[in-house]
């Protein structure tokens, strides 16, 4: 039997579920080594979604839980919050991509541009989520740690009212003068990831920090931003990942 209401019309019920999270914040972090295993451990597990043709799409710090390793599980960091996720064998042009989604603070700077210059907003990508996870990284480098409020920074000017000045904050960061305006924030605790935030920064945008858009085989910028973390948690902790 045909039903006889139209989807349109039928009634929606709205249903709250509340849940615990089965982990702790990322900036709940407690020592640097923590901190790191779970941000790398969330790129892991971006990888593997996108192995299976899923793009998580809206990558900020409060996506990145820590966890507990399980029999079946050993990560210590995990990713959280598809609701904006993408199928890749789907067009890329959903409707979540004809708005800009995603926290400005972590959002990609070609995202920006395009919204801001081009006044389009263009289909989200996988490397768009990795940059967003590189300033997921800088951001704790920057803010976890304790200090006294005339040492204290944060990144809140890349969260400006206005997309354009967002854009060229962000882009200043990068090109203008990376050292002075980001590293130089870098707290006590997290001064000795300095060399990983330039290797990161490499990989993203290459050399001069200008180079922006997505490789087609998404496999080498995987690799190699996997092993810079696992090269910098080997220097920590003496064990050596393959």
């Not at 709250?16 to 969330?42: C, H, M, N, Q, Y």
């Not at 920057?142 to 809140?156: A, F, G, N």
Request: hydrophobic residues 35%; glycine residues 6%.
């Amino acid at each position: 039997m045909q039903p006889t209401v139209s989807p349109w019309d039928r009634d929606l019920k709205l249903i709250r579920i509340a849940i615990s999270l089965p982990g702790r914040p990322l900036k709940a972090s407690k020592t640097v080594l923590e901190f790191l295993v779970g941000v790398r451990d969330a790129i892991l597990g971006h990888r593997r979604l996108h192995d299976r043709g899923i793009l998580h799409g809206d990558i900020s710090e409060g996506n990145v839980i820590l966890t507990l390793p399980t029999a079946r599980d050993e990560s210590k960091g995990l990713l959280i919050n598809l609701d904006h996720s993408v199928g890749m064998s789907e067009s890329l042009q959903t409707d979540d991509d004809q708005n800009l989604i995603g926290t400005m603070k972590f959002m990609a700077l070609e995202r920006l541009y395009y919204v801001s210059e081009e006044k389009s907003i263009i289909p989200r990508t996988y490397c768009h989520d990795l940059e967003s996870f590189f300033y997921v990284f800088l951001t704790g480098c920057i803010e976890y740690e304790l200090v006294p409020q005339s040492k204290s920074y944060d990144l809140q000017n890349w969260c400006t009212s206005k997309l354009d000045k967002k854009k060229k904050k962000k882009k200043a960061s990068h090109i203008n003068n990376f050292e002075k305006i980001v590293l130089k924030k870098f707290t006590p605790s997290f001064v000795g990831l300095k060399e990983l935030a330039k290797t990161l920064r490499m990989i993203l945008f290459g050399k001069y920090g200008n180079d922006f858009g997505t490789p087609h085989d998404c496999r080498p910028m995987y690799y190699e931003i996997i092993k810079s973390f696992n090269k910098t948690i080997e220097q920590i902790t003496g064990k050596v990942y393959l």
